[in-house]
Each structure stands twice: as structure tokens, then as C-alpha cells.
């Protein structure tokens, strides 16, 4: 495909360090592909979608996280039924420079500076997609600086992708089980129990086998998939707040109000009037 260049300063605002959007993806391939003059970490958060990057052909689907290079020109096609909704998130290039020349021995030849054909990509699952979307949501509801730019990124490869790599060898096959399982409404529904239930396991061995693979409790862990089941639905119906909560489990509205609010920064409601928006309409 033929490239053009997008250029960063289009996109931000006087004294942003960088810009995010959140959006659904075109079911149509663009006429022409596109690098860049920044670098970029872009999100699937629901849907699949083809990319077309550096003259290879990917199908990528939910939790797919990637680290973008300047050079690398891509190009993207939503499924025509499920659609595509996408976070990316833009950085200059000296906001990277500024990254590298601070934690360059730890993050050498990954992320931003891997140096394959293809950019740096993980596929994230359960607890690290549900943080992955926190931070996120928090990103673009704060001041866009430099300093809240590092604090995404360090967020994101300290307690996302460094844990994946230490515990994806060994996490129990029973633990990686019950976290499957545990995404079927009809099992977080029931909160810890349910996540009991599938582990066939003890509460206190499950709470220790969480704390260990997933750095959070088991309460945590099924609040984390009820708060990001739940957000999606405030986006994709129009249904009522509090048959939403009913549905998650939550039939305490105030509790459900508390917990979503802990995850994503914002009520129920405002998110779901934020999403209805344009992301790249201007306040």
C-alpha cells in the first residue's frame, strides 16, 4: 500500500504531551496507509479488525496492545460485523527519547526500541487488560503532561507487561482455568463464590494462588471483570444503570457506583455520555 505521513502536531492541544483517542475503526480499508512523526501505543478493546502493517497481514481481536514505531506504516479494517473500538494513544518523539534515556537498560530492545519487523505486541487477557483500560480511562481524563505520560507508560510495562512475562510460565493450568471461566457473566454474577466455584480450590488457597499470579485478591479480581463488562454495556445499550449493576451481580447500586467509579475514574453515567462523543471533538 501506498503511506502517508500523519504528523503530531495535528492532534495536540498547546501544552499536551501527547493525545488520546477512543474510537470505532472504519469497515473500509483507508486509500492509503499511513506512518508517522510519533510514536504510538494503540488497544483492540472490543471487536476484531485487519491490519495491514509493514506489507504484513494481521487479524487482531480484544487485548491486543501495541508499541508503534514512527516508521511503521499500517492501515485498518474493522470486521464488518462485530466492528472495531480502538484506544491510541500518541507520543513525540522526544517524550520517548526523554523515556528511553531514563530506563533505557530496562526496557532495551522491547516496546518502543524493538528492533523486529514488526512492532512490539502482546496479546492481554483478565486482570492485565482490565488494567490496561483503567489506566487509560484515567489518562484521558487527566492533564495530558509529561509527567502523567511517564506515569501511563511505567503503569504500563510495571504492572501489565512485566508481571505477564514473569508469571505466563507459571500461573497453575487450574488458575488459568478458573480466570476463563470466570468471564462468563453467569459466573462473575456470583462474585468470589462463583470464582470459587470454577477454581475448585479453597478460598484461602485461591487468595493465596491471586496474590501470587495476579497481584490482586480474588474480590479484586472478579470486580475488575464485572467494572469492564460493565462498561462496555453502558457503551454498546442504552439499558438503565441499574440493570447493568443487576446484571454484573451488583444489585446495591451504591456498591456498583463505587466500584466502577475505583476502576475507571468517573460514574457510570459520565462514562457513558463520554463515549458518545466524538474523541477528537474539542471541548
Same mark, same amino acid.
Given at each position: ?196 466455584? *470454577? ?5 484461602? @488457597?485461591?487468595? =493465596?494462588?491471586? !496474590?501470587? +499470579?495476579? /497481584?490482586? %485478591? #480474588?474480590? $479484586? ?26 446484571? *454484573? ?5 451504591? @456498591?456498583?457506583? =463505587?466500584?466502577? !467509579?475505583? +476502576?475507571? /475514574?468517573? %460514574? #457510570?453515567? $459520565? ?13
Amino acid at each position: 500500500m501506498k503511506t502517508q505521513t500523519f504528523r503530531i502536531e495535528t492532534y495536540l492541544r498547546p501544552g499536551d504531551a501527547s493525545h488520546v483517542a477512543h474510537k470505532e475503526l472504519s469497515k473500509r480499508w483507508a486509500e492509503l496507509a499511513h506512518d508517522h512523526d510519533y510514536y504510538e501505543v494503540f488497544l483492540i478493546e472490543h471487536g476484531q479488525t485487519d491490519h495491514w502493517i509493514n506489507g504484513a497481514r494481521q487479524r487482531l481481536g480484544r487485548g491486543h496492545l501495541a508499541f508503534v514505531r514512527p516508521s511503521d506504516a499500517h492501515a485498518f479494517r474493522a470486521d464488518a460485523r462485530q466492528g472495531c473500538r480502538i484506544f491510541n494513544i500518541m507520543f513525540r518523539a522526544e517524550t520517548v527519547a526523554h523515556f528511553r534515556a531514563r530506563y533505557g537498560p530496562e526496557i532495551a530492545g522491547r516496546f518502543f526500541d524493538h528492533t523486529g519487523p514488526l512492532p512490539d505486541a502482546h496479546d492481554l487477557q483478565d486482570t492485565g487488560l482490565g488494567i490496561t483500560l483503567r489506566l487509560l480511562e484515567r489518562l484521558m481524563h487527566s492533564p495530558l503532561t509529561l509527567a502523567r505520560v511517564e506515569e501511563f507508560l511505567l503503569a504500563l510495562i510495571n504492572q501489565v507487561l512485566a508481571p505477564a512475562d514473569l508469571d505466563s510460565h507459571r500461573m497453575p493450568s487450574w488458575l488459568s482455568q478458573a480466570c476463563k471461566a470466570l468471564r462468563q457473566p453467569a459466573v462473575f454474577r456470583q462474585g468470589t463464590a462463583g470464582f470459587i466455584a *470454577v477454581a475448585g480450590r479453597s478460598h484461602e @488457597h485461591l487468595c =493465596r494462588s491471586c !496474590r501470587t +499470579h495476579l /497481584g490482586v %485478591t #480474588p474480590s $479484586a479480581h472478579v470486580n475488575q471483570i464485572r467494572a469492564s463488562y460493565a462498561a462496555e454495556r453502558l457503551v454498546r445499550t442504552q439499558d438503565p444503570i441499574a440493570q447493568i449493576a443487576s446484571e *454484573v451481580g451488583m444489585d446495591n447500586i451504591g @456498591h456498583f457506583y =463505587r466500584v466502577f !467509579r475505583s +476502576h475507571f /475514574g468517573t %460514574t #457510570p453515567r $459520565a462514562y457513558r455520555l463520554s463515549h458518545q462523543k466524538d474523541p477528537f471533538e474539542r471541548a
